[in-house]
């Protein structure tokens, strides 16, 4: 007779006394867990009754397991099979990789079933996505725009909706999906189950949540707002353009002694991001970016080597760095302060996860301070200050330059060699011109699929032909001479 590991036990006296069907707690098994996280133990009996459910829980705390669960046990008892072009459970991210890793999760937990998981999001050929869903699929993971397309496409329904996810409600207000959120809601069936989860709950989030649930269940797993209890926060007080050497001189050190294994660098822009990683290449740092502005090829490769340890340092905006759920991330540098607060406690949150300690540095030039203190009420803690390294200036002087031109994998595909093209050609250099941070922005949108450009924080912009004299031609604009 087969001796149990002490997990085994573990997992089957817990996950069996909640009834879920055998093909899952045999995944579970599998997997080796250790012991169910706190929102798993508060969330899945009730997910199992069928209540609604109002969760409060950063990403990282075990929340995917928590619906998905239950959720699969609720598909494969009604053994029912999809109807073509629709889904059994949809389930809502901001993200692409946030999307993908749902996914992913749920394959697993589903692998003993028979059970369909699909993934749709922008930056791939719609075309292709919809093959998949002519059939039918009983889990479907998507993200706002591309699933909008696609029931525009007529290439899916959700009158066959019976179970509901909306996962990072606060970024998905962040990245202005209010009105694409209130299209999904008007064209799901009344008679459902909803689950709600957002890192933190203020009015707006709360507001929006009564759309979705009724009489939700509430589950709160840490009080709002608060950091990560295993980060030591420091922060250093800089100029804004002494900042990239400090960056530089951090990693160089900390990646030679071995203290730095993975590490995050947040930035508020994307071109903030690239300008970053090409001092770090010209430095011997192996980095690289991830942000809207890249193809999705481009996003799988950095997060791939991010991952794998061959790319220690990936450089990212807080709307691309959602969906980053990578263990054994040892340092985040928030290379620019977040204006906005609730941002901070979800950068931090990439490291010291899974019991792991962790460390967050923050750069604070002058005119961030305000939103410094701000962060400072918001957590109700205030960062270690640390001096700037002996002899920095001497060091930052030593540093090399970079090439104007992105490096390696981060060149981007449209900054070409050869006239008008950045390679040379007259009036434009290397992508750096409005017109050519305007047209990426676009082809960022269409890869969302909502058709709109947006800034780094996710709003809306509005695009004006430029004038010969580079004024905006709209009214009262002043014309050339």
């Known amino acids: 007779m087969r001796t149990r590991a002490p997990c085994e036990y573990l997992y089957l ?19 080796g867990y250790d012991e169910p996280t706190p929102i798993q133990r508060q969330a899945i009996p009730a997910l199992m009754e069928g209540r609604d459910l109002l969760g409060i829980a950063q990403t990282g705390t075990g929340k995917t397991a928590a619906f ?18 629709s889904c059994r459970m949809l389930v809502l991210s901001p993200t692409r990789e946030l999307a993908a890793q749902i996914a992913d999760n749920m394959r697993f937990y589903a692998k003993n079933t028979r059970l ?61 999906f209010i009105k694409p959120l209130t299209r999904v809601a008007a064209l799901l069936p009344q008679d459902r189950q909803s689950l709600f989860f957002s890192a933190t709950m203020p009015d707006a989030i709360a507001s929006l949540g009564k759309r979705f649930i009724k009489n939700p269940v509430k589950v709160e797993v840490a009080p709002q707002s608060t950091t990560a209890e295993r980060v030591e926060q420091y922060a250093i007080h800089i100029d804004q353009s002494e900042k990239q050497a400090l960056l530089t001189l951090s990693l160089m050190k900390g990646i030679e002694s071995g203290e730095i294994d993975r590490t995050l660098v947040f930035t508020r822009t994307k071109h903030g991001a690239d300008r970053v990683v090409r001092h770090l290449v010209a430095a011997g740092i192996n980095a690289a970016a991830i942000h809207g502005n890249k193809t999705q090829a481009q996003r799988i490769r950095a997060l791939d080597g991010f991952r794998d340890g061959k790319v220690p340092v990936l450089v990212a905006t807080d709307i691309a760095a959602r969906g980053i759920d990578v263990s054994g991330v040892s340092h985040v ?14 950068r931090i949150g990439r490291t010291a996860r899974a019991g792991a300690d ?13 939103y410094m203190r701000d962060i400072e009420r918001l957590t109700k803690n205030k960062p270690a200050v640390l001096p700037i ?11 090399p330059k970079p090439s104007r031109a992105p490096a390696g994998a981060e060149r981007n595909p ?15 250099s290397g992508g750096g011109s409005k017109q050519f941070e305007d047209r990426q922005q676009r082809k960022s949108a269409e890869n969302r699929g909502d058709g709109l450009p947006r800034d780094d924080m996710g709003r809306k912009r509005r695009f004006r032909p430029k004038g010969a004299n580079g004024v905006g031609a709209h009214k009262g604009a002043v014309k050339a001479r």
């Open 13 to 31: 006296s817990y996950f069996s006394d909640l009834g879920l069907a055998e093909p899952i707690t045999r995944a579970l098994t599998s997997k």
């Open 68 to 85: 998905a669960l239950p959720s699969i046990h609720r598909l494969v008892e009604a053994d029912k099979r999809p109807q073509p072009a």
């Open 116 to 176: 369909q998981v699909q993934c749709i999001f922008g930056g791939v050929p719609a075309g292709k996505q919809a093959k998949k869903l002519v059939a039918g699929t009983d889990v479907l993971v998507a993200t706002p725009g591309r699933l909008l397309d696609l029931i525009d496409q007529r290439a899916l329904t959700l009158r066959d909706v019976e179970i509901f996810v909306l996962d990072e409600a606060d970024q998905m207000m962040d990245l202005g």
């Open 333 to 346: 540098f928030n290379f620019e302060i977040p204006n906005v607060p609730e941002q901070y406690v979800h």
């Open 358 to 370: 962790g460390v967050a540095i923050s750069f604070v030039a002058p005119d961030e301070k305000p």
């Open 389 to 399: 390294p002996e002899n920095f200036v001497a060091n930052a002087a030593k540093l």
């Open 414 to 428: 449209d900054a070409r060699g050869g006239r008008g093209r950045g390679g040379g050609g007259r009036g434009r």
